[in-house]
């Protein structure tokens, strides 16, 4: 008989010191300062502003310990109950309401393995337990993104540079026109379209994105580096394929005798449908965060040398939250509170929705929009923008293969690799 495993009691204030948060844009011009904010508030309201987050970020730190340890843990034996009883059901496609149980169930726990456990551990939420199990930096989640890539490219690149146009990969996600600022293509005609592929496959639209061969076709990636990220990808791939799509079918051959030979068929159709469940809840939760009306976007040399405050400014300007009921929350990984997640990405997801109060009125204190509605609402924010920006614009200077466009994106690179060649020669002398 199995003993139940026991855990060290987490000691208080295990948290205090925990920080995997983003740091401010610097600028290589010591005389370059950022301008975000500064039509909502003077740089001495924002560097308050910003104290005033640090502030509410370490009360949560400081009171971070065994109930958040449990909730996770909880959280987890839930899940994995979930996917046992669900594929249990799925080896019963000669009894239906079993069978479609367990197809709901299996979904419902790659949806949590997915949004409030992989997601929230890979960020390092909980690495402060010092639980090899929870730790973020050697947890593999159930989709065939390898969280090697997906980390550097979501954690890194995209926390750090949020809705920055040519830093942020995760504008349109290099597919879909989202914003003014994206130059307009013909693809981009069919914007709606090309996002429902994109929900019912996202886990590959993920796997894809992070083995980023558009940066190594245009040489701003080396092959090694390439071929590492292909070879990552592949290897995932096999993972995730031999274990939904062909290891569990084949555990279901013994019940061909019994029920037919479509049994296995019936076992690798519900492991499908579970996951493009994943997927479209996933899309949709991540799509509503992002891309509402009202959220914004911003070009590199306004957030150079942006200030804490200025950052955090940005990153509640680039979010937008979900309302919805406790339950509601928990299966969106609680990121139905984005502009929290943006503002504190390291902090236990469990804890966005205690704090958000006190945030939403100290942004509003400052005359910031907290961008906050219905899932229904955010479906339609997000499903109007697409259309919109898929039409193509009147003025040529949007339009990506125009000559007006590619003579302004030209003179945009001369004018930075000018300044940055500046900068570069600055440091030189002064060394």
Same mark, same amino acid.
């Given at each position: 008989?199995?003993?139940?495993?026991?855990?060290?009691?987490?000691?208080?204030?295990?948290?205090?010191?925990?920080?995997?948060?983003?740091?401010p844009l610097t600028s290589d011009d010591p005389d370059h300062t950022s301008n975000i904010g500064l039509e909502y508030m003077t740089r001495e309201d924002l560097d308050k502003f910003g104290r005033d987050l640090d502030g509410i970020r370490q009360r949560v730190l400081d009171d971070l310990g065994q109930k958040d340890a449990d909730y996770i843990r909880r959280v987890i034996r839930v899940q994995r109950a979930f996917e046992v009883l669900g594929r249990v059901g799925l080896f019963m496609p000669f009894y239906l309401p079993a069978f479609f149980a367990g197809l709901v169930l299996l979904a419902l726990a790659k949806i949590i393995e997915?949004? @409030?456990? #992989?997601?929230?551990?890979?960020?390092?939420?909980? &690495?402060?337990?010092?639980?090899?199990?929870?730790?973020?930096?050697?947890?593999?989640?159930?989709?065939?993104?390898?969280?090697?890539?997906?980390k550097e490219g979501h954690n890194f690149i995209h926390h750090t540079y949020t809705n920055i146009h040519g830093m942020d990969r995760d504008i349109g996600y290099n597919l879909l026109r989202i914003d003014t600022g994206q130059p307009w293509y013909a693809t981009h005609r069919f914007n709606l379209?090309?996002?429902?592929?994109?929900?019912?496959?996202? @886990?590959? #639209?993920?796997?894809?994105?992070?083995?980023?061969? &558009?940066?190594?076709?245009?040489g701003r990636m080396s092959k090694e580096e390439f071929r590492a990220r292909r070879s990552r990808a592949f290897k995932k791939i096999r993972r995730q394929v031999t274990k939904d799509y062909v290891a569990y079918p084949l555990l279901a051959l013994p019940l061909v005798?019994?029920?037919?030979w479509w049994a296995p068929l019936a076992v690798l159709g519900a492991n499908l449908v579970a996951n493009i469940i994943r997927n479209i809840w996933t899309f949709i939760v991540i799509f509503c965060g992002h891309f509402p009306a009202e959220v914004q976007t911003f070009e590199e040399k306004d957030a150079l040398g942006e200030s804490r405050g200025q950052w955090y400014v940005r990153q509640l300007l680039g979010s937008a939250n979900i309302s919805g009921s406790r339950l509601f929350h928990v299966m969106t990984g609680n990121l139905s509170h984005q502009i929290e997640h943006h503002l504190f990405p390291d902090i236990p997801a469990r804890r966005y929705p205690v704090i958000a109060p006190e945030v939403r009125a100290l942004i509003e204190k400052n005359g910031l929009q907290y961008n906050t509605g219905r899932l229904g609402r955010q479906i339609f924010s997000v499903a109007r923008q697409l259309a919109v920006f898929g039409r193509k614009p009147s003025d040529p200077y949007l339009i990506g293969n125009s000559p007006e466009s590619k003579a302004l994106r030209r003179a945009k690179r001369e004018e930075e690799a000018a300044r940055r060649a500046e900068a570069d020669e600055t440091a030189r002398m002064a060394a």
């Amino acid at each position: 008989m199995s003993r139940k495993r026991t855990y060290a009691p987490i000691e208080p204030l295990s948290a205090s010191n925990h920080n995997e948060a983003p740091k401010p844009l610097t600028s290589d011009d010591p005389d370059h300062t950022s301008n975000i904010g500064l039509e909502y508030m003077t740089r001495e309201d924002l560097d308050k502003f910003g104290r005033d987050l640090d502030g509410i970020r370490q009360r949560v730190l400081d009171d971070l310990g065994q109930k958040d340890a449990d909730y996770i843990r909880r959280v987890i034996r839930v899940q994995r109950a979930f996917e046992v009883l669900g594929r249990v059901g799925l080896f019963m496609p000669f009894y239906l309401p079993a069978f479609f149980a367990g197809l709901v169930l299996l979904a419902l726990a790659k949806i949590i393995e997915n949004m @409030e456990i #992989g997601h929230n551990i890979m960020h390092g939420q909980y &690495d402060w337990m010092n639980d090899p199990v929870i730790n973020g930096k050697s947890y593999e989640w159930d989709i065939v993104a390898p969280s090697q890539d997906w980390k550097e490219g979501h954690n890194f690149i995209h926390h750090t540079y949020t809705n920055i146009h040519g830093m942020d990969r995760d504008i349109g996600y290099n597919l879909l026109r989202i914003d003014t600022g994206q130059p307009w293509y013909a693809t981009h005609r069919f914007n709606l379209p090309m996002a429902f592929v994109l929900m019912l496959i996202f @886990e590959w #639209g993920v796997m894809y994105h992070g083995v980023e061969l &558009d940066e190594y076709l245009s040489g701003r990636m080396s092959k090694e580096e390439f071929r590492a990220r292909r070879s990552r990808a592949f290897k995932k791939i096999r993972r995730q394929v031999t274990k939904d799509y062909v290891a569990y079918p084949l555990l279901a051959l013994p019940l061909v005798p019994f029920v037919g030979w479509w049994a296995p068929l019936a076992v690798l159709g519900a492991n499908l449908v579970a996951n493009i469940i994943r997927n479209i809840w996933t899309f949709i939760v991540i799509f509503c965060g992002h891309f509402p009306a009202e959220v914004q976007t911003f070009e590199e040399k306004d957030a150079l040398g942006e200030s804490r405050g200025q950052w955090y400014v940005r990153q509640l300007l680039g979010s937008a939250n979900i309302s919805g009921s406790r339950l509601f929350h928990v299966m969106t990984g609680n990121l139905s509170h984005q502009i929290e997640h943006h503002l504190f990405p390291d902090i236990p997801a469990r804890r966005y929705p205690v704090i958000a109060p006190e945030v939403r009125a100290l942004i509003e204190k400052n005359g910031l929009q907290y961008n906050t509605g219905r899932l229904g609402r955010q479906i339609f924010s997000v499903a109007r923008q697409l259309a919109v920006f898929g039409r193509k614009p009147s003025d040529p200077y949007l339009i990506g293969n125009s000559p007006e466009s590619k003579a302004l994106r030209r003179a945009k690179r001369e004018e930075e690799a000018a300044r940055r060649a500046e900068a570069d020669e600055t440091a030189r002398m002064a060394a």
